[in-house]
C-alpha cells in the first residue's frame, strides 16, 4: 500500500527559481529516502534522513524531516532544466530490517527555461 | 554511488509466453533485492522481495506462480513474468539493497506484451 503523499502532484516553475515538494506519510520510519526519475527511466537517489535527523544538504537539495508531523520536503535551488522529473519520497517500515520502500504518489517537475 | 543493471531495457511479447528480466548489482553484493512495477505517471508498487538462496517474499496480491523469482547469487535476481498477458504490459524496476541500507534502483524494463 502506498503511505506517502505528495504534495502538490505538479510544479511548473521558471528555471532559476527554488522548488519545494513535500511528502506525508502515515507510520513510524527508520529512515526518508527522495529519488528522481526521468521520464521512462530508472530512480536516481538523492538523499537519505535518518528518523533522527531534522535537515540534510547536498549540493542544491535540501531536505527536511519533522516527524512529529510526518512529513518532509525537499527543496531544490536554483533549479535548471535538467532538474524535470518526477520527484519520489520513499520511507522503509519500521522496524529496523525490514527496509520495504513504501513510495509517495511523487510530484512531476517542470522547469521552463 | 552503487550500480544496478537491467536487462533487457525493452522487451515485446507475445500473449502466452514467458519473459525474463534480469537484475545485477555491479559493484557490490546484495543479499536483498526488491522487483517493482510502475503503470504511467503512478508511483512504484513493491512486487516482492527477493532473497539470496531462499523464497521470495510476495506483496499482497501478486501472484507468486505468475511472477517467478529467482536470486542465485549474491549479484543476480531474475523476475520470470510466465503466460504473459496485456495486462501485465508495465515498467518493471528492480533495486538492490547495500549494507548501509541504502536501496539503489535498475533503469527498468519496458514490457510490452502483445
Known amino acids: 500500500s502506498q503511505q506517502g503523499e505528495e504534495d502538490p502532484q505538479a510544479l511548473s516553475i521558471q528555471e532559476g527559481e527554488n522548488a519545494t515538494m513535500n511528502c506525508s506519510y502515515k507510520?513510524?520510519?527508520?529512515?526518508l529516502q527522495w529519488y528522481r526519475q526521468n521520464s521512462g527511466r530508472g530512480l536516481v537517489h538523492l538523499i537519505l534522513?535518518?528518523?533522527?535527523?531534522r535537515e540534510k544538504h547536498s549540493g542544491r537539495l535540501r531536505v527536511t524531516l519533522d516527524t512529529s508531523k510526518k512529513s518532509s520536503s525537499l527543496l531544490i535551488t536554483a533549479s535548471r532544466a535538467a532538474d524535470t522529473a518526477s520527484y519520489f519520497c520513499a520511507t522503509d517500515a519500521f522496524p529496523q530490517g525490514a527496509q520495504k520502500l513504501v513510495f509517495g504518489q511523487g510530484t512531476r517537475l517542470t522547469i521552463n527555461p | 554511488g552503487a550500480v544496478v543493471s537491467q536487462h533487457p531495457s525493452r522487451v515485446i511479447c507475445k500473449s502466452g509466453t514467458s519473459v525474463k528480466i534480469e537484475c545485477r548489482s555491479l559493484d557490490f553484493q546484495a543479499t536483498t533485492m526488491f522487483w517493482y512495477r510502475q503503470f504511467p505517471k503512478q508511483s512504484l508498487m513493491l512486487m516482492a522481495t527477493s532473497n539470496e538462496g531462499s523464497k521470495a517474499t510476495y506483496e499482497q496480491g501478486v501472484e507468486k506462480d505468475k511472477f517467478l523469482i529467482n536470486h542465485a547469487s549474491l549479484t543476480l535476481s531474475t523476475l520470470t513474468v510466465t503466460s504473459a498477458h496485456p495486462e501485465d504490459s508495465s515498467f518493471y524496476i528492480c533495486?538492490?539493497?547495500?549494507?548501509?541500507?541504502?536501496?539503489?534502483f535498475g533503469p527498468g524494463t519496458r514490457l510490452t506484451v502483445t
Open positions: 533495486s538492490a539493497l547495500t549494507t548501509a541500507y541504502e536501496q539503489y
Open positions: 507510520t513510524s520510519i527508520n529512515n
Open positions: 534522513i535518518r528518523s533522527n535527523e
